[in-house]
C-alpha cells in the first residue's frame, strides 16, 4: 500500500480542521475583535501587573529609606558602659520614641546581652533573628505586636572596643503605608481598566468602519440578487476590494452571457421545433387513422414540452436580468379584462379584491402569465364566477383565485401540477398551466398550492410571490371583498362588466 495516500492532501486542509468550529463560525467582524481582546486583556494584564510591582516597590522602599534614616544616628551615638552593655550618649532626636506604643521603636541587642529599648516599646520586645547576618541595612515585615503591622530596619555593628556584634533596630507601623499601597493599586487598576475599555471599543469601532466596505458589497451584492441593480458600483470600495468588486462584476457578466446564449438557443430550438410539430399535425390530421392519431398524441405531447420549456427559458432569463417591479392591480385587471372577453358567451364574470398597492419584484409578462393561467383555468372549469384577491405582508405578495366549479377530488392538487395533465379532457388546452405556473414561480422563489374554496365551493389556487413594497394603498386597506352571490347571466348570454369595485 502506498504510504502517501494516508497523508492529508494539503496543509491547509489540516490547518482547517485544526481550528476550533466556534472560531470557524465566526464573522470578521468577531474575529478582529476577540483577537484583539485578547491581545489587550495580555497587555494589560502583564503591563498592570509590572506597574504594580513598581509603585508597590518605590512605596515600600520609600517608606524603609525613612525609617533605616535613624540607624547611623543611633549607631553614632551608641557606647559602652563599664558592664560592656550599649548606652547612648545622646538619644536620637523623635518625640515617638519616648511615647509608650507610639508606632515608633528601636532596640539593640546581641547575643548574652540585655536588650537596650526605646521608651515606646514599654513593656514589650522586637523578637530579632540574630543568627541572620546583617552587615548592610535588612528590611522585613515585623507581625510580631499583634494588630500592629511593623516595618523593621535592621544593621549589625561592631563598636570600638568590644568584640561583640550589636544589632541595632528601628520599626514603625505600617498601617499608613498599607493604605498607600492600596489606594495605589485600585488607582492603577482602575486607570488600566478604563484605559482597556477604551482599547477594545477602539478596536470594535476599527473592525466596524474596516469592514463596512465588504457590508457595503454584500448589499450591493443582495440588491443584485433581488434585481434592484445589475452590477457592484467599482468607484465606491477601497484600492483593497476593488480587485474582489472587478472580479465579481466579471463572474456576473460572464453567467448573464451565458444564460442569454442558453436562452437563445432554447428559444432558437423551440421555434425550429414548432414548424416541424405543425406540418406533423396538420398530415396526420388529412391523413386519419390509427397512425394518425398515434403521430397527433406525440406531435401535441412535444408541443407541451416545447411550450412549457420556453417558458421556463423565458422566465429564468429575465429573473438574472431583471431589476423590474410590477403593480399587481393593474396586471390583474388587464388579464381580467381579457378573460372576460374570451369567455364572454359563458358570462364569466371576474372579480377582484384586495390590496390596490401590491408591487411583484419581478416582470409583468412573468406574472401576467402566472395569474393568467390560473384566472382562464378558473374560468374555462368554474361556473362562471372567478374571485381573485390580493394581499401584500412582510416583503411577499399573495395572489388568491378561487371558482364556483366542482372543484377537485381530495388528494389530487399535486397531480395537477404534472406536465399535460388535465382532469377534464373535454376542455381544449395543453394541460401545461399550472405546471408553468409552479415553475415561473419557483424561479422567483415563490410557491402555488391547491385547496377547496370555503366561498365559491370550487377550487381556490394561492400564489405567493416576492413583493417590493408598495406602489398606492397600503396593505390592509385595499378593497373590500364584495358579496360572493354568483351575478346573473342574461338571456342574451351576455356577461355583465367585470366587477372593479371604485
Known sequence: MDQRSSRPSGGSATASRARPAWWRRQSLSARLLLLSLGWITALIGLGGLALDRIVTGTLIRTFDERVAATLPVMIAAAEL????????????????????YSGRYWQVSAKGRADFRSRSLWDRMLVLDLDRSCPLTCTSRYEGFEGEPLRLVERDAVLPGATTVFRFAVAERADGLDREVLRARRTLWIALGLLGLGLVLLAALQAT????????????????????Q????????????????????????????VAEEGRMHAGNLAHALKTPISVLL??????????AELVKREAAAMRRHVDHHLARARASARRG??????????????????????????????DLAGDRGAVFRGEREDLEEMVGNLIDNA????????????????????????????????????????????????????GLGLAIVRDVAAIYGGEIRLAASEDLGGLMAVLRLPGAGHGGTPAGRGEPRPSLTPPPISATGSAPPAAVLP
Open 282 to 291: 396538420n398530415e396526420a390530421e388529412a391523413a386519419g387513422g390509427p397512425l
Open 209 to 228: 468602519i474596516g469592514l463596512m466596505p465588504l457590508k457595503r458589497l454584500s448589499a450591493a451584492i443582495a440588491g443584485i440578487r433581488d434585481g434592484r
Open 321 to 350: 436580468q431583471s431589476a423590474a417591479r410590477t403593480p399587481v392591480w393593474a396586471a390583474l385587471e388587464r388579464v381580467a379584462r381579457a378573460i372576460e372577453r374570451i369567455y364572454a358567451g359563458r358570462g364569466v364574470v371576474v
Open 379 to 430: 374560468a374555462k372549469y368554474g361556473g362562471g364566477r372567478v374571485f381573485v384577491t390580493v394581499a401584500a405582508a412582510d416583503g411577499e405578495v399573495t395572489v388568491t383565485v378561487e371558482d364556483d366549479g366542482p372543484g377537485i377530488p381530495k388528494g389530487l392538487e399535486a397531480r395537477l401540477f404534472e406536465r399535460g395533465l388535465r382532469l377534464d379532457t373535454g376542455e381544449v388546452g395543453t
Open 230 to 257: 445589475a452590477r457592484v458600483p467599482e468607484t465606491a470600495v477601497p484600492p483593497e476590494v476593488a480587485p474582489l468588486v472587478g472580479e465579481l462584476n466579471a463572474l456576473l457578466e460572464h453567467s448573464e452571457r
Open 81 to 100: 558602659d563599664p558592664y560592656g552593655d550599649v548606652r547612648f550618649n545622646r538619644e536620637p532626636v523623635e518625640p515617638r520614641f519616648a511615647e509608650p
